[in-house]
T-cell receptor, first 115, second 110 residues
Framework: DAMVIQNPRYQVTQFGKPVTLSCSQTLNHNVMYWYQQKSSQAPKLLFHYYDKDFNNEADTPDNFQSRRPNTSFCFLDIRSPGLGDAAMYLC??????????????FGPGTRLTVL | SQQGEEDPQALSIQEGENATMNCSYKTSINNLQWYRQNSGRGLVHLILIRSNEREKHSGRLRVTLDTSKKSSSLLITASRAADTASYFCAPDVGAQKLVFGQGTRLTINP
């Protein structure tokens, strides 16, 4: 089945130790998104790729970076995780980025713990 | 704020009952989407309703939209234990992205 896959599902890292989260998709969608969701809060968009075009949200900290080496894969890099970065990280895709018509397909998420 | 605000924040009902949750927003919209999130999982798209639509159905789901009141409601009929989840609305205010509200946490009791 076509889907959005996130690895790992659970990630534990140490304060300040760089960590990379992975997302892959078999939907061949143009757009890939990364959201951060803290406990009992709304998912918050960090950035998205439209094909190879990177679009950062204005309030996304510099500590968060992303790479999209090809259509199928997208990575979230946290350069120096702080305790406040502990959250669920959700990857999503959409065929296009016209939210008037396109829906987003989410992966199961990676829960990040920072010790 | 561009996001929708869901109400109530939490809702607990008995299996078989209907569940209604509401979403209010502040500016004019192109459409509004509803998503479901099971505990510890990603979001799943439920339904998209356009600004020129007043009601839309999908299985046991019924969504209404009142643009004059800037509000939408999601009704789940004949609830099941599997409907236990958080439900988020995302009004499209032309920002070219989804902005989710805090969600309604729905619990279906057996």
């Amino acid at each position: 089945d076509a889907m959005v896959i996130q690895n790992p599902r659970y990630q534990v890292t140490q304060f300040g130790k760089p960590v990379t989260l992975s997302c892959s998709q078999t939907l061949n969608h143009n757009v890939m998104y990364w959201y951060q969701q803290k406990s009992s809060q709304a998912p918050k968009l960090l950035f998205h790729y439209y094909d190879k075009d990177f679009n950062n949200e204005a309030d996304t900290p510099d500590n968060f970076q992303s790479r999209r080496p090809n259509t199928s894969f997208c990575f979230l890099d946290i350069r120096s995780p702080g305790l406040g970065d502990a959250a669920m990280y959700l990857c999503a895709t959409s065929r296009d980025r016209d939210v008037r018509t396109d829906t987003q397909y989410f992966g199961p998420g990676t829960r990040l713990t920072v010790l | 704020s561009q996001q929708g605000e869901e109400d109530p924040q939490a809702l607990s009902i008995q299996e078989g009952e209907n569940a209604t949750m509401n979403c209010s927003y502040k500016t004019s919209i192109n459409n509004l989407q509803w998503y479901r999130q099971n505990s510890g999982r990603g979001l799943v798209h439920l339904i998209l309703i356009r600004s020129n639509e007043r009601e839309k159905h999908s299985g046991r789901l019924r969504v209404t939209l009142d643009t004059s009141k800037k509000s939408s409601s999601l009704l789940i009929t004949a609830s099941r234990a599997a409907d236990t989840a958080s439900y988020f609305c995302a009004p499209d205010v032309g920002a070219q992205k989804l902005v989710f509200g805090q969600g309604t946490r729905l619990t279906i009791n057996p």
